[in-house]
């Protein structure tokens, strides 16, 4: 509470005119108390009109009064100064260059803290205070700070416009009403506000019904996140468990089908093993009857051979055939057979299955709200409006950046950029940094001649194929000449309308919508282009002559 007394004090003793406190202070016939400076210098400025008056007050004196100081004031002040207190008020108190200024401040001016429609003017807490104090001042309507009263009064009759004419939808005085727009229907500013009033009323209750469906909409979205996720996690779970045991299937047939072969193996080799026991068993008795023939063979006496030729028993006929018939690796051939057969069906099961999955996995019963419908009016269009900069590592090497990279000028002269692997080679193009998708509303501004564009960003950088237009992946408008022709996979296909400088592109990525306009006061159709977009897109310019410049204008 101390603290707010000194504060009084402080005011009370400072210079309405520099806000500072008294210095030499001399006090007027009217009562108010100035720096004999302040107040020299302000009745100096008045000497021409032989009237001087009270800066605050406003009451006039004739002659100019004598000005003495006053002592008594001056030793207050003094006396204030000891506290230690600054000499003038916080710096916060006065107005900066994005304030309302009070316009009852004489040197340096204080903050405004409410204007006046009555009295289209604003004012500090100390110059406001008769609008708390006198009574017809309190009937004032006060709003906040503002800069634009002027706005409020007619221009060609300097009166306060507290009438509207609906028929040219626009605010006038009184005498304006019986002048220019007489026989038009004109209402009180008051009544027309009313009517308004009631129409914002609608709108926002319309607005807030939105805002309240819309957030039903954002919470069902919220529950289908994650109900999507309890499903997919189940899902995954679930297939990942019935892979397994079809893995697990699988692997015991290869199991079972591995232990027949190897059973059957153990057959075979055992027939063939006892087979070539009896073979060689026979090749044994045959070396032996071969042995006893060649010693009787090598007998010298003759009478001794001939008595024992007789004994030699007769060579027996062989049991096996003379030839056995050998398939190698072919005795398990069928079975070879019988599993690619299986593995073939079994690709054929999982192909018609997986295309099956796919289709269900890719239509998901998803809430999607309705799409807004597509713009029509230019105001339609700028709620779409993107910002959008140019990129210099995109730049070719006669081209100049300006303007934030919104403005791109042709010139003849090389320029030392760096290399960069998204520079232009060939043309004088260049494409933005920020990538389209969704709907997208920028105009571009055009002086000469050259090609306003949308690309992929893996668009050619070298050589004819990297022109705008020139192939798939690239769309253009070129402005020449006063006239239009659009371009896209080589194909030129000739564009009627209204020829400006200024074009507007909208890009609506997801419907696959691509729209050209000339742009003046009015908007006008060029050509639209609908397809399907399978990358985001990227706006470009192509400069063809030196001094030619395109800039991507600013959109409210």
């Given at each position: 509470m101390a603290q707010e007394g000194v504060q009084l004090d402080q005011e009370t003793f400072s210079c309405s005119i520099c806000l500072d406190l008294l210095k030499d202070p001399v006090t007027i016939p009217c009562g108010h108390s100035y720096c004999m400076t302040c107040i020299n210098t302000h009745w100096d400025g008045e000497d021409q009109k032989g009237i001087?008056?009270?800066?605050?007050?406003?009451?006039?004196?004739?002659?100019?009064?004598?000005?003495?100081?006053?002592?008594?004031?001056?030793?207050?002040?003094?006396?204030?100064?000891?506290?230690?207190?600054?000499?003038?008020?916080?710096?916060?108190?006065?107005?900066?260059?994005?304030?309302?200024?009070?316009?009852?401040c004489t040197g340096r001016k204080r903050k405004a803290v409410k204007s006046c429609l009555v009295c289209l003017a604003s004012f500090c807490e100390k110059h406001l205070q008769p609008h708390y104090d006198v009574p017809p001042m309190k009937k004032h309507q006060l709003v906040e700070p503002s800069k634009n009263l002027q706005e409020n009064i007619c221009s060609r009759h300097d009166e306060v416009k507290k009438m509207f004419c609906r028929t040219d939808q626009q605010s006038i005085c009184y005498l304006c009403s019986v002048d220019q727009h007489k026989g038009h229907d004109t209402v009180s500013a008051a009544a027309e506000r009313t009517e308004r009033q009631k129409e914002l009323e609608v709108s926002r209750l319309n607005i807030q019904q939105r805002?309240?469906?819309?957030?039903?909409?954002?919470?069902?979205?919220?529950?289908?996140?994650?109900?999507?996720?309890?499903?997919?996690?189940?899902?995954?779970?679930?297939?990942?468990?019935?892979f397994r045991e079809l893995i697990h299937l699988i692997q015991n047939r290869s199991s079972e089908v591995e232990q027949q072969i190897r059973s059957q193996q153990v057959i075979e080799e055992s027939r063939v093993k006892e087979l070539q026991e009896k073979l060689e068993q026979e090749i044994r008795?045959?070396?032996?009857?071969?042995?006893?023939?060649?010693?009787?063979?090598?007998?010298?006496?003759?009478?001794?051979?001939?008595?024992?030729?007789?004994?030699?028993?007769?060579?027996?006929?062989?049991?096996?055939?003379?030839?056995?018939?050998?398939?190698?690796?072919?005795?398990?051939?069928?079975?070879?057979?019988?599993?690619?057969?299986?593995?073939?069906?079994v690709e054929d099961v999982l192909k018609d299955t997986w295309t099956n999955i796919s289709l269900t996995v890719t239509q998901p019963g998803v809430l999607v709200p309705e799409p807004e419908p597509e713009p029509k009016t230019r105001v339609e269009f700028l709620r779409y409006s993107c910002d959008i900069t140019l990129d210099p590592d995109t730049a070719f090497v006669w081209l100049v950046l300006s303007d934030g990279d919104r403005k791109v000028t042709a010139v003849n002269q090389h320029q030392y950029y760096p290399d960069h692997p998204d520079r232009f080679s060939f043309y004088r193009q260049v494409l933005s940094r920020e990538s389209l998708t969704g709907r997208c509303y920028w105009e571009v501004e055009m002086t000469g001649?050259?090609?306003?564009?949308?690309?992929?960003?893996?668009?050619?950088?070298?050589?004819?194929?990297?022109?705008?237009?020139?192939?798939?992946?690239?769309?253009?408008?070129?402005?020449?000449?006063?006239?239009?022709?659009?371009?896209h996979d080589g194909i030129q296909t000739p564009v009627s309308g209204p020829w400006s400088s200024r074009i507007g592109v909208y890009l609506d990525h997801n419907a696959g919508i691509l729209s050209f306009f000339s742009v003046s006061e009015?908007?006008?159709?060029?050509?639209?282009?609908?397809?399907?977009?399978?990358?985001?897109?990227?706006?470009?310019?192509?400069?063809?002559?030196?001094?030619?410049?395109?800039?991507?204008?600013?959109?409210k």
């Open positions: 001087h008056s009270c800066p605050q007050c406003r009451k006039t004196f004739r002659p100019r009064p004598d000005l003495e100081k006053n002592i008594m004031l001056a030793a207050l002040v003094e006396e204030l100064k000891k506290t230690g207190l600054q000499a003038a008020p916080a710096d916060h108190h006065y107005a900066g260059p994005e304030d309302v200024a009070c316009d009852f805002i309240q469906d819309r957030q039903k909409d954002v919470k069902l979205l919220q529950q289908e996140l994650k109900d999507i996720k309890v499903s997919a996690d189940k899902t995954v779970e679930d297939s990942e468990e019935m008795d045959l070396e032996r009857k071969d042995a006893e023939l060649k010693q009787l063979s090598d007998t010298p006496d003759h009478s001794q051979f001939l008595h024992n030729y007789p004994s030699v028993s007769a060579l027996s006929e062989s049991t096996h055939s003379s030839s056995i018939s050998i398939r190698p690796l072919r005795h398990f051939e069928d079975v070879t057979a019988a599993v690619s057969e299986l593995r073939g069906k001649t050259g090609h306003v564009a949308v690309a992929y960003k893996t668009v050619s950088r070298s050589g004819d194929e990297s022109a705008f237009g020139m192939f798939d992946d690239s769309w253009s408008l070129d402005s020449c000449n006063n006239s239009f022709e659009f371009m009015t908007m006008t159709l060029l050509h639209t282009v609908q397809t399907t977009f399978t990358e985001p897109l990227h706006a470009g310019i192509w400069l063809f002559f030196n001094g030619d410049t395109a800039e991507i204008l600013k959109l």
